[in-house]
């Protein structure tokens, strides 16, 4: 195929990401794949970071932020709906090149299917396949000409089965400073310079706000009790004040809580210690060199159907990428608002340890730092130009 075709010019993808961490995942990666090709047309299903780049979003991204067996279940037609018709419109339109970004339980049987017909496709953000469901790596197989991976073990793994994938480090760890603007963002958030700050970050789901937000808001009462100086904030996702403010008034009320519409990154910069639910938010936290607390809660079902499948000892992304437990982690029944609070004052109470795990964060850092969106964007030129 000749370089100048088309397709290389202005090239057309497709991409699905189906949650806040996957808008901004793939909103980073719009970034360099515009600068390459300033015609690109991209659609699929997207938030509103992508959509800001140009981004045609033909559903709303917030169809397919549900997590776990049971609450998948309850929106299985739906989604399934939603995937069949999309599969539909994308063999009228074939795209040049269709890229999903995490969300695997959606977007790897789309990518089989578009795979088989002759469609190129991209999975960027591996599978934990190394944590749980190891199983799922012939999926992938199936499902994707290319896997573009954040970690830098997973490359090997792919490769063992055959499967082409690259090491692009992870776009967080460019986006983020090395050096943290604590002072800058406590300004910008009207907190005072000398207060010690809790962030409070139950996750991005509507599940997962029912399920561990009140758990969450309960401990930061404790602590308030235990230290009425300290201040907390919670950043909100988009479209979900709705869902913490009821929370707010009949868990916490009289809390010194501060709500914030998005702007996680600065309240992460600003505080002093972080109690978050476990997924990416425990990644960034890491990557701002702030000690945390990570928790989790889910339909107890789910909870009883993912736990024999685990592989590791640890859920945070922070301790898995070191390799013990750095970090405590208090999941489903460990996850009291007793627990939470004494851990997480745990931390505000050993500056040492605190420091000391800032350090191993900044190495940790420095190893996922390899300008993603432009090692991206170069594999995926390869790919388009085949």
């Known amino acids: 195929m000749n370089g100048d075709v088309a397709p290389i010019q202005a090239p057309r993808i497709a991409m699905v990401a189906g949650e806040a961490s996957g808008d901004m995942l793939a909103a980073m990666l719009l970034d360099a794949l515009k600068q390459r090709w300033p015609s690109l047309r991209t659609f699929g299903i997207g938030g509103p970071q992508m959509q800001a780049r140009g981004f045609e979003a033909w559903w709303p991204q917030e169809k397919l932020a549900v997590r776990g067996y049971v609450e998948v279940l309850r929106h299985y037609r739906e989604i399934a709906s939603i995937r069949t018709q999309l599969g539909d419109r994308l063999l009228r ?14 977007n790897l049987g789309l990518e089989e299917r578009l795979r088989a ?37 997973e490359p090997a793994l792919y490769e063992a089965h055959g499967i082409a994938a690259s090491y692009v480090g992870h776009p967080l760890a460019d986006a983020i400073p090395l050096e943290v603007p604590r002072a800058q963002c406590r300004a910008a958030l009207g907190l ?58 009949n868990t ?18 600003a505080c002093d210690v972080a109690l978050v639910a476990s997924g990416t938010a425990t990644l960034e936290a890491a990557l701002f060199k702030r ?25 945070g992304l922070p301790n898995i990428l ?7 982690e208090l999941l489903q029944g460990q996850a009291t608002p007793e627990r939470l609070a004494a851990e997480t004052l745990a931390w505000l109470d050993d500056p040492q340890r605190a420091a000391a795990t800032g350090e191993r964060f900044t190495q940790m850092h420095l190893g996922l730092r390899r300008n993603t969106a432009q090692a991206a964007t170069d594999v995926i030129a390869t790919i388009l130009a085949r």
């Open 252 to 269: 916490a009320a009289g809390a010194p809580i501060t709500l914030v519409d998005g702007r996680s990154h600065e309240v992460l910069a």
């Open 93 to 106: 339109e074939r795209p040049d090149l269709f890229i999903g970004v995490d969300a695997p339980d959606f």
């Open 291 to 315: 000690p945390m607390v990570i928790t989790y809660n889910m339909n107890r079902l789910s909870w009883l159907m993912m736990r024999p499948r685990k592989l590791q000892p640890w859920v």
């Open 322 to 328: 070191l390799g013990e437990f750095v970090v405590p």
């Open 117 to 153: 017909q002759g469609v190129r496709t991209v999975h960027f953000v591996s599978p934990s396949i190394w944590a749980w469901r190891p199983g799922r790596v012939h999926k992938v197989g199936r499902a994707a000409d290319h896997v573009l991976c954040v970690f830098p073990f």
């Open 192 to 249: 005072d310079s000398e207060a010690r700050v809790v962030a409070l970050l139950p996750g991005s789901r509507r599940s997962e706000i029912e399920a561990i937000a009140p758990r969450m808001l309960a401990a930061a009462v404790l602590m308030h009790r235990a230290k009425p100086a300290l201040r907390f904030v919670l950043p909100l996702v988009p479209g979900l004040r709705g869902m913490i403010e009821p929370l707010l008034a």
